[in-house]
């Protein structure tokens, strides 16, 4: 969703900085994007309604010559995309950008509005410009009128504010969504997410909820909401700027999904014992005593990662897992009990229904585990025990390799709740094989990519498996949605009957997932009654199946290693679908990557 990236110094291009940060944010998904600086006291704003490339043309003969200054992607939630929309928004000499949602704006704009205040925009992030315009009349400091105004505001924001008044500072505070402060040597700089800033730092310290950053050219100062000062913790990045560029690849999508046998490395990586036969996780002892029941909890593909993760539980560690998406649980008064245990999964850790039904775990007093990939994000620091996810930053809309870690974690941590009871060092050795195996699918790559040809002008898709590669089914479907934008379905085979079947023509193709194991019969049941109806049928399976329009052959591997296989046809399988209908892969009409408003 929305991205912001701040500069204050003396030693950059402010606008290299700004454009460099915004390329980079580009994939959290965005329909405006604009920029602010201040030169002699004056504050510019640049503009405009679709890409960056669109703002960096914009603006190709204008040169900054400012200290400081501000950029910003939008994804419009109050008001259609547009340049008057767009951020930054100026009232007055306060200049703001903002990533949120206000929910009270249309009080806020109603008060502000009977004592003499207008509005340019339809946005919500106008009013914070102008609450904080009015209470810069009378605070001594920027730092002050920030604090001051945002007590009003109900909802979630990151800003950033500049003041030509104080042309010196910039201001940031967050509520709810996620803002980072890069460390340099006498420069700073603000953005959304890491990506933005590791071509400038790898020093960073993560605002937390209702903290305030202060930033000149000399140095940084964080304050609580009272004014008061506090200290911060201040980390390093691991990853390098090469992980943030295609590599040679035509999108990060494609990129990503070759990178799932090196994500599986790095996952595996410290979490299994040296001869491969015990799973080693970074979790308290007791962690897991007496826990009854485990609340499954996440949005879109992480929680299709779950699912799997409920069929792992229950299987290998005899622990009951209950199946919830965050946007339902969090509103639907779940009955919890003392012995359970929340899990929540999200690859960005800053889905704001993820992160509300967290915090609801927390209030309700039970014990909270999140599964995450962006370190030190908003869940991981609020859940009680974090195991992260090693796939690095995944930066194509469409999640592929934050998907199969997450299934990775899963699977370790039912085996290793297993091994306390049984002994499970085969299924444990089993894991090491995932990246020769993934390696073993992705070769088939072209043989996907034909398929896809045959079919990317179809209307509809169907995607149908059984047990453990039902939520792959799902996940299927979900891919080929998002960025071929084909209606598409995933059921459990075994519902067919009970409506989808409705659907099937010679039009329709059905993507068969099959498995070599005791359902294989039924699976084969469900393909034959595709074919009667002159279904065409797109067979994954681990042998041939003769009446299947095309075929798709994996190696054979056990139970709990099949979705780590099935998951890489899939995902190219809609990657080339897309490719072929000319669609944007990478950052797709209407989604962003960082859910951070509900
Ligand atoms: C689909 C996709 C989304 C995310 C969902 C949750 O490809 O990426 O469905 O899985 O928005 O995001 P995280 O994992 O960041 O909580």
């Known amino acids: 969703m929305c991205g912001i990236v701040g500069y204050i110094g003396t030693f950059r291009d402010p606008k290299e900085v700004l454009l460099t940060g915004l390329k980079h944010l580009e994939y959290r998904g965005y329909d405006s994007a604009g920029v602010a600086w201040l030169e002699n006291g004056k504050t510019h704003i640049e503009k405009c309604k679709g890409k960056v490339a669109q703002l960096e043309n914009q603006i190709k003969n204008v040169s900054i010559k400012s200290t400081i200054a501000l950029g910003h992607t939008r994804w419009a939630t109050h008001g259609k995309p547009s340049t008057i929309n767009a951020h930054p928004h100026q009232v007055g000499n306060i200049t703001v950008v903002h990533n ?80 980072v402060i890069g460390i340099g040597k006498k420069e700073y700089f603000l953005a959304s997410d890491i990506p933005a800033l590791l071509s400038f730092t790898k020093q960073v310290a993560y605002l937390d909820d209702y903290e305030t950053a202060i930033l000149t050219p000399h140095r940084v100062e964080f304050q609580n909401m009272k004014g008061e000062h506090i200290s911060k913790k201040i980390t390093t990045i691991t990853w390098s700027a090469q992980t943030i560029e295609k590599a040679g690849f035509e999108h990060f999508m494609l990129k990503e999904i070759y990178e799932q046998p090196q994500a599986i490395i790095h996952t595996l990586s410290g979490n299994l014992s040296e001869n491969h036969d015990k799973v080693l996780l970074p979790l308290e002892e007791a962690f897991f005593n007496n826990v009854q029941t485990i609340y499954l ?155 896809a040809s045959k079919y990317y002008q179809k209307l509809a898709a169907l995607y149908m498996g059984r047990d453990i590669l039902y939520p792959i089914a799902l996940e299927g479907a979900l891919k ?117 408003v509900e």
Request: hydrophobic share 40%; glycine share 4%.
């Open 297 to 451: 909890i996440a949005c879109g593909t992480a929680w299709h990662a779950s699912l799997i993760g409920k069929y792992l539980l229950e299987k290998f560690a005899n622990i009951r897992a209950e199946i919830d998406l965050a946007s339902e649980f969090r509103y639907r008064n779940p009955i919890l009990k003392e012995n359970d245990l929340l899990i929540v999964t999200s690859q960005s850790g800053e889905t704001a229904d993820s992160l509300a039904a967290l915090q609801l775990a927390k209030e309700r007093g039970i014990k909270t585990l999140a599964i995450c990939n962006a370190k030190e994000s908003s869940i991981a620091r609020a859940a009680d025990q974090i195991i992260y996810t090693e796939a690095g930053p995944e930066i194509g809309v469409a999640s592929t390799k934050a998907f199969t870690t997450q299934i990775l974690i899963f699977n370790l941590l039912s085996l290793y709740l297993a091994q306390k009871n049984k002994n499970v060092s085969k299924e444990i050795l089993e894991l090491t094989k995932i990246p020769s195996y993934m390696e073993q699918v992705l070769s088939q790559a072209e043989k996907i990519k034909n398929i």
């Open 480 to 596: 080929l949605k998002e960025i071929a934008y084909i209606q598409a379905h995933g059921y459990p085979a075994g519902e067919m009957k009970h409506g989808p079947i409705a659907l099937v023509d010679q039009e329709l193709p059905v993507i068969a997932l099959l498995q070599n194991d005791s359902i294989f019969e039924k699976m084969m049941s469900n393909v034959e009654e595709v074919k009667a109806r002159e279904g065409i049928v797109i067979a994954i399976s681990q042998k041939p199946i003769k009446i299947a329009d095309d075929n798709i052959i994996l190696p054979l591997a056990q139970w709990h290693i099949n979705p780590f296989l099935y998951s890489i046809p899939i995902q190219l399988f809609a990657y080339y679908m897309a490719r072929f209908k000319g669609t944007d892969v990478d950052q797709p009409r209407n989604l962003a990557k960082s859910v951070t």
């Open 100 to 179: 949120g949602i206000i929910e009270n704006y249309i009080e806020l704009k109603k008060e502000l509005r009977a004592q003499g205040y207008t509005f340019q925009s339809e946005t919500d992030t106008e009013v914070i410009a102008c609450l904080i315009k009015k209470e810069s009349e009378k605070s001594k400091t920027l730092e002050e009128s920030v604090q001051k105004a945002l007590r009003k505001l109900q909802g979630s924001y990151a800003i950033v504010v500049m003041n030509e008044l104080e042309p010196e500072k910039l201001v940031a505070a967050k509520k709810a969504s996620p803002l």
